[in-house]
């Protein structure tokens, strides 16, 4: 059965960092792209980052360019999120998911990790 | 910046059909675009349902199907069941390296 656990989430002032994480299993993590997703309270869903199986693909939503870093260990099943330069308007939940086809089929789906961004 | 479209909300009767759309602020949707579709209830993840344009998640019921109306993206619901009130979303793949997400329908069924 494929699972993706998300972590790290909480309270963090603006301005500030965070570091998400996402461990996977059920399947060959290696072989397959993930994103984050996030989703504002009440809000609708918006892609943030993309990375491919041996992350020498690397892309980013332009709301995060240049604050957010993704990446990935294989040997350990595991998704990051590095979050710097926190903003109010990062506070969301914070899903991973694997792409199960490119370019468009987000196949399994983490139960999320909530981000708040407040003084 | 692009704007993908969706209605804001949309009320279907038990056994109803209702289609949903999504669009482009500047454009038309075309296969090009690979859309997608997902369905999201409160407090859960989303739920793959439709992914390059037609093709149907495992395990989705026929009742879910998408295609392409005129110059939009569209997911229809045939029969529509008390448990198809939920959220959904639609994602475009740009062409290169981003997906958009539609702002969301939220369908009920009464």
């Known amino acids: 059965e494929v699972q993706l656990v998300e972590s790290g989430g909480g309270l963090v002032q603006p301005g500030g960092s965070l570091r998400l994480s996402c461990v996977a299993s059920?399947?060959?993590?290696?072989?397959?792209?993930m994103n984050w997703v996030r989703q504002a309270p009440g809000k609708g869903l918006e892609w943030v980052s993309y990375?491919?199986?041996?992350?020498?693909?690397?892309y980013y939503a332009d709301s995060v360019k240049g604050r957010f870093t993704i990446s990935r260990d294989n040997a350990k099943n595991s998704l990051y999120l590095q979050m710097n330069s926190l903003r109010d308007e990062d506070t969301a939940v914070y899903y991973c998911?694997?792409?199960?086809?490119?370019?468009?089929?987000?196949?399994?789906w983490g139960q999320g990790s909530l981000v708040t961004v407040s003084s | 910046q692009t704007v993908v479209t969706q209605e804001p909300s949309f009320s279907v009767s038990p056994g109803g059909t209702v289609t949903l759309t999504c669009g482009l602020s500047?454009?038309?949707?075309?296969?090009?675009?690979?859309p997608s579709w997902y369905q999201q209830t409160p407090g859960q993840a989303p739920r793959t349902l439709i992914y390059?344009?037609?093709t149907r998640s495992s395990g989705v019921p026929d009742r879910f199907s998408g295609s392409i109306l005129g110059n939009k993206a569209a997911l229809t619901i045939t029969g529509a069941q008390a448990d198809d009130e939920s959220d959904y979303y639609c994602?475009?793949?740009?062409?290169?390296?981003?997906?958009?997400f539609g702002g969301g329908t939220k369908l009920t069924v009464l």
């Open positions: 390059s344009t037609n």
């Open positions: 500047s454009g038309s949707v075309s296969t090009s675009y690979y």
């Open positions: 994602v475009l793949f740009m062409g290169t390296d981003s997906w958009v």
């Open positions: 059920g399947f060959t993590f290696s072989t397959y792209s």
């Open positions: 990375i491919n199986g041996g992350s020498g693909s690397i």
């Open positions: 998911a694997r792409l199960g086809q490119w370019p468009n089929k987000f196949d399994y």
